[in-house]
């Protein structure tokens, strides 16, 4: 399984973590031209699937958070970070891109 990190989000719909519909993904914590495009459903497939293991960096301490799938009852599945010492998600923090 390889470490990866999510450098960059879509949003659509919305400002949470569930409004997310493509992540820009690659091997370092900062966003680059280089890194690879997936829809939120597609990266949530490598993550479960065990292909990545999916990090965020925090731009501001560099503290890192693993990024887990949810699966709620009846919507979507979406990604998010697990719970550290920081309330809002890490992933809200990344740059966003169209």
Request: proline share 7%.
């Amino acid at each position: 399984m390889a470490k990866v990190y999510i450098t960059a989000i879509e949003l659509s719909g919305g400002t949470l973590v569930r409004h997310i519909i493509n992540v820009w993904y690659g091997p370092n914590p900062t966003w680059s031209q280089s890194d690879t495009k997936r829809s939120t459903s597609d990266m949530a497939d490598l993550i479960d699937g065990n292909v990545h293991q999916a990090w965020v960096q925090d731009p501001a301490n560099r503290q890192e958070a693993e990024v887990i799938v949810v699966r709620p009852t009846g919507r979507p599945k979406y990604l998010r970070t697990k719970a550290d010492d920081d309330p809002n998600d890490n992933l809200l923090k990344l740059p966003k891109k169209k």
